[in-house]
Structures are given as structure tokens and as C-alpha cells.
């Protein structure tokens, strides 16, 4: 579920996008505000000796910040573990000494700003012009700005830029704002590793990330100023790219459990006047679940199949998808995951089932009419092995997910090899869909043909959920036709349908002769 791919990965490609959404720094309680001072005073990172380190040419520089909060502190405790020495500016630096690190320096603003020339501030806008007192001493500093804002686009123009009109005899780099206090105290393994930096000064821009890996970060350029706007955004942001996947799934939800409350629920109050609503919560909720995993991971690979036929109908790599195709393609992730979620409840709510109430009291009707009518053997060989087969190729369909889903972590798929990732989510997550196709056979067995299950001339639910994932399976068999597999291969390495490319050859007496020939050649 990660990595870009070919047609058949179950994840969307791995592009260098947004890292996740961390906590509002500046405004959210943290960790540092429920500690003691003598708490705040040891610093939860061991001390890291940076001494002699070729990769960290920041280490023992000074570093200013600005600031008395929750985040202020934080960044202080980190930069000392990394190595730094910390001088913290304050308007009551008697009063928050307490509160940082011992090998911190706590003093009045103006005196920190002339003793470093990097300076964090770690202030909230509406406080940025009580720093216009230090304009004159501020000259030539660079300044990190690692404030976020309360809304998205909530100001015309962003934090940073606004700190860099009130000082423009200033360097300003936008960056941190997207890590938390308590990643920067408990380390980048706790949390977010991407620090965002921009600037329009490429040395400051430099200065800033070499503090950053220093302190255990990975920066990433964002570009110039004008990125500022967008990185002060993404901490606001819920979940960016899963809301496509996650209204799609509550749609499709709604879809099944509307068409399986009808049909299990509705029709029998109808025509036979019985009350089986206590179906609802619980029976009716697990015939909707696999419906909506079943579909969703065929969605995964429907867009590999759509984009292989454009690239077959084309004859090149290089033409762009749909803008709707590379979302969905961008999406397969947050899709597959969703998928196994709900394989992952349906598998819980079939273990409940026997602990209803009304399950027990249906077990003691049908044996009481067994004992009344005198059967003394129920047993149906077929509807035995239908359910032994049924329960084992789900168990199986529900591990594949499972190993899917693991392998789409980062600190998973980093440690694998490109090879070894496509296999699992091509190779593997295509079986998975087959062996779901068997899981959702065996269920149905020969109810389409049985008049009976046609409730309001509705089919059975499963009939429905088999379109997709039949077309996708149909699809990948085409596809795998050798003639059509070659030419498919040809195209993914670079072949294009009507380029020609011109070379010259040698002739016999020493001369050359210009020839033409077509790049499938």
C-alpha cells in the first residue's frame, strides 16, 4: 500500500508529499506544561556528543530562541541534547529559568539576540511587533519562524512573510512548524522526521537544515518564500488524503447496508409481518462490512487496469493520465487500508455472532422442532464443506490484508527493496483479491440461482459485489496474454507506437548511408 508502481500495485506511488499532520506546536498543551521545573530542567533526550561529528558542522554554535512557551522549551531541550548551546530570550527570565534546561541560558530578549546569529522565534504573531524593539540588534540575523496559524489561509499573507516585512533587515526561514513540542523532547523516532524549510536565501536555508540534522531531522526544501503559506497549512489539515478515500467508503457502506436492510429487514416485515429489526446493529452491519472490503480492494486495482489499457491505446508512457486517474492512482493507499479495516471488523462481528441472544434463543427452537419432528441426523454434507472452505479461504483473504497493509507502513517499506515491495503489493495483493473472489463464491454457492433469494426481485448482496473485482480479475488475465503482456512491457521501458529514430550505416566502401528505421525495431 506505498511506493509508485505499475498497474497492479495495491498503493499509491510514494511521492515526496506532505509529512503527517503534527500537533498545533504553539497553541496545544504539551508534555513540558504538566512537568515541575526541576522536572523541566533534565531533559527527557540523553545528551548526544556531537564533538568531532563530520555530518553535524552546526553542532556547538550558539542558538537563540525567543520565547517562554510550551514549544519554546522543547526546541530548547532538544538543541542542547544535540549538542548546541542555547541562549533563551525572555521579558521575565527570572521567572521561566526555572522551566528549561540547566544548560540553557535564560536572559532578557535584547541580551540573547546579540549573543547567537540564529535565532528561533517561538512567539504567536499577534506578538511578532513586540519584537520591533529589537530591530536595530536583529541586523543581519537569521530569523526561524516556527509559528502556525489557527485557521488555513487565515491571513493574506503568511506568518513568515509578515515577520520578514516587520524586519527586513532580517533573514527569515520558515521551518519547524510542522514538528510537535513532544517530538522535538521524546526524538524523531516518536514522531515526524520531515522538517519543512523555506527561505529566498539559499545559504540561510542551509544554515537552518544543517541545525536540523544535527538535532536528528530530515529537512526538506520547500523553495522560496512564497511556500510559506502552503507549510503553515498542513499542520491545520485532518487527514489530506484520506477524505476521497474515506467518503468513498462511507458511501459504498451506505449503498449495502440500505440494500441489505431492505432485503433482510424490510421484505420480511412486508410480506410475512415479521419484526427482525434486532438484525439491524448487528447482523445487517456484518453482511455490509465484507461488501464494502471486497469492493474497496477491487478499487485498488481497478485504476492500474484503466491506466495499462490508456497506455496500451496510446502506445507511450509519457502521455499524462486523466487528472481523475492519477488521484485515484495517488489514492490506492489510503484505499487499501480502508479495505482491510473493514475486513478487519467484519472478522470481529462474525466472532459475536454466536454471543446474541437471539442466536441462542434460535438454537433452542430449531432443536426443540428437531426433537418434536424426531430427526435425529441434520447433517448436510454440502452445507459442511461449504462452510469449512468458506471460513478457511476468509481467514487466508483476511492474512494477505494483513501482510498488505504491515508492509505499507514507511518503516516497513524502507527496509525492503523495490522488488520485494511490488511482489508483496502486486503479486500478493492480487491474490489476495482472488482468494477473496473464492471467499465470496463460497458464500454465495448456488443462492443466485434460487428464486427464493430474490427479495423485491432484488439479488443476493454478493451477486452485486462481484462486478468489480470479476472485471478487474478479467482484465489482469487479458492483460497477461503474451501478446498484450510484451507489448505492455515494451511501453513501460520507454517503446512509443510511431517514433522513428534515425541512425546512420556503414557502407562497403568506407562510407556511410543514412537509414531510417522505427524505435520498435
Not at 164 to 180: D, E, H, Y
Request: aromatic share 10%; charged share 20%.
Amino acid at each position: 500500500m506505498g511506493r509508485e508502481g505499475g498497474a497492479g500495485d495495491l498503493t499509491s506511488e510514494r511521492l515526496p508529499r506532505s509529512p503527517r499532520t503534527a500537533p498545533f506546536a504553539l497553541l496545544l498543551p504539551g508534555p513540558a506544561q504538566r512537568m515541575s521545573g526541576g522536572d523541566m530542567a533534565k531533559p527527557l533526550l540523553g545528551h548526544r556528543s556531537v564533538e568531532g561529528d563530520p555530518t553535524a558542522p552546526a553542532a556547538g554554535r550558539t542558538i537563540g530562541v525567543l520565547g517562554s512557551g510550551d514549544f519554546a522549551r522543547s526546541l530548547a531541550i532538544r538543541l542542547v541534547c544535540s549538542g548546541f548551546k542555547v541562549v533563551v530570550g525572555s521579558r521575565n527570565p527570572k521567572r521561566k529559568a526555572g522551566l528549561f534546561p540547566s544548560a540553557a541560558e535564560v536572559t532578557f530578549q535584547a541580551e540573547a539576540v546579540k549573543k547567537t546569529d540564529v535565532i528561533f522565534v517561538a512567539v504567536f504573531r499577534e506578538h511578532y511587533s513586540t519584537l520591533c524593539d529589537l530591530a536595530d540588534v536583529l541586523v543581519g540575523k537569521i530569523l526561524v519562524d516556527v509559528s502556525n496559524n489557527t485557521e488555513i489561509n487565515h491571513h493574506k499573507e503568511s506568518n513568515a512573510e509578515y515577520l520578514a516585512s516587520l524586519f527586513p533587515a532580517c533573514t527569515v526561514v520558515k521551518g519547524f512548524n510542522v514538528v510537535s513540542a513532544w517530538t522535538l523532547q521524546s526524538g524523531a523516532r516518536d514522531g515526524n522526521k520531515q522538517v519543512l524549510i523555506c527561505s529566498n536565501n539559499q545559504e540561510a536555508k542551509r544554515t537552518v537544515a544543517e541545525i536540523a540534522q544535527v538535532m536528528g531531522f530530515t529537512p526538506v526544501d520547500m523553495g522560496c518564500m512564497s511556500s510559506a503559506c502552503e507549510i503553515e497549512n498542513i499542520p491545520l489539515r485532518l487527514l489530506p488524503a484520506w477524505k476521497i478515500p474515506i467518503f468513498l467508503s462511507l458511501g459504498l457502506f451506505l449503498c449495502f447496508f440500505t440494500y441489505n436492510l431492505v432485503r433482510q429487514v424490510i421484505h420480511p416485515y412486508i410480506r410475512e409481518q415479521k419484526n427482525k429489526f434486532y438484525k439491524i446493529p448487528i447482523e445487517v452491519v456484518n453482511t455490509t462490512l465484507p461488501c464494502v472490503a471486497y469492493v474497496m480492494l477491487s478499487l485498488v486495482y481497478l485504476p492500474g487496469v484503466l491506466a495499462a489499457c490508456l497506455q496500451l491505446y496510446y502506445g507511450t508512457k509519457y502521455r499524462r493520465f486523466p487528472d481523475w486517474l492519477d488521484q485515484w492512482l495517488q489514492h490506492r493507499k489510503q484505499i487499501g487500508l480502508l479495505s482491510f479495516f473493514c475486513a478487519a471488523l467484519h472478522a470481529v462481528y462474525s466472532l459475536c455472532l454466536p454471543m446474541r441472544r437471539s442466536h441462542r434463543y434460535q438454537l433452542i427452537e430449531t432443536a426443540v422442532k428437531q426433537a418434536v419432528e424426531k430427526k435425529m441426523n441434520i447433517w448436510v454434507e454440502e452445507e459442511v464443506w461449504r462452510m469449512e472452505i468458506y471460513i478457511s479461504v476468509g481467514i487466508i483473504a483476511l492474512g494477505l490484508l494483513s501482510l498488505l497493509a504491515i508492509t505499507s507502513l514507511p518503516s516497513i517499506a524502507n527496509s525492503l527493496n523495490w522488488r520485494e515491495f511490488s511482489f508483496i503489493q502486486s503479486t500478493l495483493g492480487f491474490v489476495a483479491l482472488l482468494i477473496s473472489t473464492l471467499h465470496t463464491l463460497t458464500y454465495g454457492w448456488s443462492r443466485a440461482f434460487d428464486e427464493n433469494q430474490y427479495k423485491f426481485y432484488l439479488p443476493p448482496t454478493y451477486t452485486l459485489t462481484l462486478l468489480v473485482p470479476c472485471t478487474v480479475i478479467l482484465a489482469k488475465v487479458v492483460f497477461s496474454l503474451p501478446c498484450i503482456h510484451h507489448r505492455l512491457v515494451r511501453i513501460r521501458r520507454g517503446w512509443e507506437k510511431g517514433r522513428y529514430v534515425k541512425f546512420v550505416l556503414p557502407s562497403t566502401t568506407g562510407e556511410y548511408s543514412s537509414g531510417e528505421t522505427s524505435s520498435h525495431v
